[in-house]
């Protein structure tokens, strides 16, 4: 042959179904030793070299399982400006006991995810009934453009009957005059929670922390292309079609919102009997 012995020549990577999790959960933790900040995909490529081969969606769910995030500085980045001039709206939230059904309270926010090069800010909107991502944008400015294109996404998929409530913060990205008038276009009630108080937009806050936690700090992300990427994946993909939710009775938010339609439409269908 080529001067190897049998066994050299039958010799292959170590693949992933022969390492245990909490084996491969060493070895993260000691490449994060002297490697910190490596994300999935730099351990993936760290492996790789090593002569182990290991799936990305594993390697992912082993890091999450075990809480092991790479660990890189995280500069507080405020996104809520609320030092302006435009009108503010009264918390509508907190007039609501029960909400019986979709679009009828959406809320809104903005993040930020932090690349190499500095940040890229993400808008959302979220229903509260169903816990479901309907519009989103991503931007290299936080600006009233970032969070009207979200808003504009929403407006197409859901197109909600007059008098749905949008909640937010008082941001001037929210706040604004051209924001304001495309929310009165689409019949839209403005709604922001009180200064100060994240609570108030409780709802939208635990989206972000679970982005930020299930994606973004596991993935390490580098690049702008990253992140208009994956984002989309994980919010249509993951959180919206695939993630169970506890407040939903254990159900995706997809899920959740066609049980609650079939619902509705038996009730109805008994009305009419």
């Given amino acids: 042959m080529i001067g190897l012995s049998r066994s050299s020549y039958y010799a292959r990577p170590t693949m992933i179904r022969e390492i245990r999790d909490a084996d491969l959960k060493d070895m993260i933790d000691g490449i ?3 490697l910190p900040a490596y994300g999935y995909r730099r351990i993936r490529e760290e492996l790789k070299q090593k002569g182990i081969i290991v799936n990305g969606k594993r390697l992912r769910r082993v890091m999450r399982e075990y809480g092991l995030f790479p660990i890189r500085p995280r500069a507080f980045v405020p996104t809520t400006d609320s030092r302006h001039g435009f009108p503010r709206h009264p918390n509508l939230l907190a007039e609501i006991d029960r909400i019986r059904n979709i679009n009828e309270v959406w809320v809104a926010d903005i993040t930020y995810i932090r690349i190499d090069t500095g940040f890229i800010y993400l808008a959302v909107i979220l229903d509260l009934y169903s816990r479901r991502v309907i519009g989103w944008s991503i931007s290299k400015k936080i600006d009233r453009k970032l969070t009207l294109a979200a808003l504009q996404h929403a407006l ?4 909600p009957p007059p008098g749905c409530i ?5 941001g001037v990205q929210y706040a604004c005059g051209d924001y304001v008038k495309a929310l009165e276009k689409a ?9 100060g108080n994240p609570y108030d937009n409780a709802t939208a806050e635990s989206f972000m922390k679970t982005l930020k936690y299930e994606e973004v700090y596991l993935a390490g992300y580098e690049t ?12 249509e ?7 169970l939710h506890s407040s939903l009775g254990y159900m995706p938010p997809v899920e959740f919102e066609k049980q609650n339609r079939s619902k509705l439409r038996a009730g109805q269908a008994l009305t009419k009997s």
Avoid: G, T, W
């Fill in 32 to 34: 994060h030793i002297e």
């Fill in 156 to 159: 197409k998929i859901r197109r």
């Fill in 166 to 170: 949008h909640h937010s913060d008082q």
């Fill in 187 to 195: 019949k839209l009630i403005p709604s922001m929670s009180r200064a």
């Fill in 224 to 235: 702008y292309q990253d992140v208009v990427e994956r984002i989309p994946h994980f919010v």
């Fill in 237 to 243: 993909e993951v959180y919206n079609k695939k993630r």
